[in-house]
């Protein structure tokens, strides 16, 4: 069973950066679409970008145009590059793949003050 560990997160002021990781247990190179989710307290979880094993992204509407999803096969590492961030951008983040087919990680806690 893979498990997801993801890292990176921290506090920042609205327009900062952070830039996250994700880095499995076992190997994504075999995995057609990874992602990053991330959930507020009091709301549903959310998938914000997802990217294929070819490269392909697309990204809530949220967060389009600010947020940057990579992968990186070689080291088996995902990552969410977030600029000019919001404070309703807090909450806590994950990566999994686009069906949630592993056991979700502790995730990274990210909050954003204004």
């Known amino acids: 069973q893979v498990r997801l560990v993801e890292s990176g997160g921290g506090s920042v002021q609205a327009g900062g950066s952070l830039s996250l990781s994700c880095a499995p247990s076992?190997?994504?190179?075999?995995?057609?679409?990874m992602g990053w989710y991330r959930q507020a307290p009091g709301k549903q979880r959310e998938l914000v970008a997802t990217?294929?094993?070819?490269?392909?992204?697309k990204y809530a509407d949220s967060v389009k145009g600010r947020f940057t999803i990579s992968r990186d096969n070689a080291k088996n590492t995902l990552y969410l590059q977030m600029n000019s961030l919001k404070p309703e951008d807090s909450a806590v983040y994950y990566c999994?793949?686009?069906?949630?087919?592993?056991?979700w990680g502790q995730g990274t806690q990210v909050t954003v003050s204004s």
């Open positions: 999994n793949t686009d069906t949630s087919r592993y056991s």
């Open positions: 076992g190997s994504i190179s075999g995995i057609q679409t």
């Open positions: 990217i294929t094993r070819g490269g392909n992204t």
